[in-house]
């Protein structure tokens, strides 16, 4: 009995984790997870994070997402003297056979313009990636805790949409 109880637990885990992980496809380009931490009540932004896969021969470029939010962009982080500075990015590039990963502390989407509605766990909002040559794809963003497993994170909550 103990055996099948491992077996069937183990069952469970791989089911959850399979429901949890999501990912979508546009020709060579494969987007992983996309996910938003939530956010404090105050928040005026959140950040949102995903990894794209260039399965391709040919590079590509993440040019612009799209979002039912005031303002949307794509931003970096750079660290100067100890303190993290995020900062606007006309594309990020996908270079062929390579992984891209927007994340905390680095590459991301910001969402600007939350106002009285922040990212509540369990959540889920739209948005539309816009790639250079493989064309748009619609995504889903699901909203997750911080929990501190996605490396160190940012807080977003003091950006509004006048970046």
Known sequence: ???????????FALCAAATSAHEYRLGDLVIDHPMAFETANTAMSGGGYLTIVNEGE??????????????VMLHGTEEKDGVARMFHVDGIDIPAGESVALEPGGLHVMFMGLRDDPFEVGETFSATLVFEQAGEVDVVFNVEARDGSHGAGMDHSGHDATH
Do not use: G, H
């Open 1 to 11: 009995m103990t055996i099948y109880r491992l077996a069937l637990a183990a069952t």
């Open 58 to 71: 040919t590079p590509d470029r993440l040019v612009a997402v799209r979002a039912d939010f005031p303002k």
